[in-house]
C-alpha cells in the first residue's frame, strides 16, 4: 500500500498518495497502461523473471541481471536446437 500524505484546507481534509500525487491513487489500477505494455511486449528471464524486450535480431537472449542464456520464443535455456528450430 503506497504512503499517504495528508492537507487541510479550511475544513476539508484530503488524503493524497505520495507516489502519483493524486487523491484517489491510480497506481494500483488494473487499467495501468505503462503496466499493460510491459506484459505485452517482454517476457521474463526464465532465471531471475526480469522483464526483458527483444526489438529485432535471433531469440538468443543473454539476461544482464543474472547472465542467463536463453530463448525468446520458447522461454528456456538456450540450446543448438533453439538456433536452428526458430532461428528469427
Not at 506484459?39 to 543473454?62: D, F, L, Y
Not at 542467463?68 to 528469427?88: A, G, I, P, R, S
Amino acid at each position: 500500500m503506497m504512503k499517504m500524505m495528508s492537507w487541510e484546507d479550511q475544513d476539508e481534509f484530503f488524503t493524497f498518495c505520495r507516489k502519483c500525487n493524486e487523491r484517489d491513487c491510480v497506481c494500483h489500477k488494473t487499467d495501468d497502461l505503462t503496466r499493460n505494455t510491459i506484459e505485452a511486449t517482454t517476457r521474463k528471464c526464465p532465471n531471475c523473471q526480469c522483464s526483458t524486450e527483444r526489438n529485432g535480431g535471433c531469440s538468443h537472449i543473454h539476461c544482464t541481471n543474472c547472465g542467463y542464456d536463453w530463448c525468446f520464443k520458447c522461454v528456456k535455456e538456450w540450446t543448438e536446437n533453439c538456433q536452428w528450430d526458430h532461428w528469427f
